[in-house]
């Protein structure tokens, strides 16, 4: 954020394109942190993102994990077979031409050891908040992906 930028913050009408880029900012600072902290562990944003969806639903679809993961069919398929290859997850047979998603025991170790690298970085990004400020920025970011999603 620029100076012009906090200036803006305290206008009584909030410019629409600050806004949205001091959200886009703060994803892209997560990802950048997020990405460079979890290769210590093995692995990326993206994969270790997939493996939480997958623990989330085990038997789901790619599609399914593809929705979950905010990426297209074909993206999350690549990232898949990616996975599979690192024996992080395994594919079956489900009904009809269906694949169902299964972590390994060595996918459970990358995502829980994942999830400690991410704990920390959100715990020290959100820090500055309150918990009762958390608890109004995730209902606000909520509503907004709500309404941005279609009713």
């Known amino acids: 954020m620029t100076a012009n930028d906090h200036d803006e913050i305290h206008d009584e009408t909030v410019d629409l394109e600050v806004l949205g880029r001091a959200v886009k900012g703060a994803q892209y600072r997560h990802h950048r942190t997020l990405d460079t902290r979890l290769s210590a562990v093995g692995t990326t944003l993206a994969q270790w993102d997939a493996l939480r969806a997958i623990a989330r ?6 599609h399914e994990l593809a929705v979950a993961t905010f990426q297209g069919d074909q993206s999350f398929g690549t990232l898949a077979t990616r996975l599979a290859a ?22 459970e170790r990358v ?40 009713p």
């Open 86 to 107: 690192q024996q992080l997850i395994e594919r079956r047979s489900g009904r009809g031409r269906r694949n169902e998603h299964h972590l390994t025991e060595e996918g």
């Open 57 to 62: 639903a085990p038997g789901a679809s790619a």
């Open 111 to 150: 995502l829980a050891a994942g999830r400690a690298v991410t704990l920390d970085v959100l715990g020290t990004s959100f820090a500055p908040l309150t918990e009762a400020e958390r608890v109004t920025l995730l209902g606000l970011l909520s509503k907004v992906g709500a309404l941005v999603d279609g």
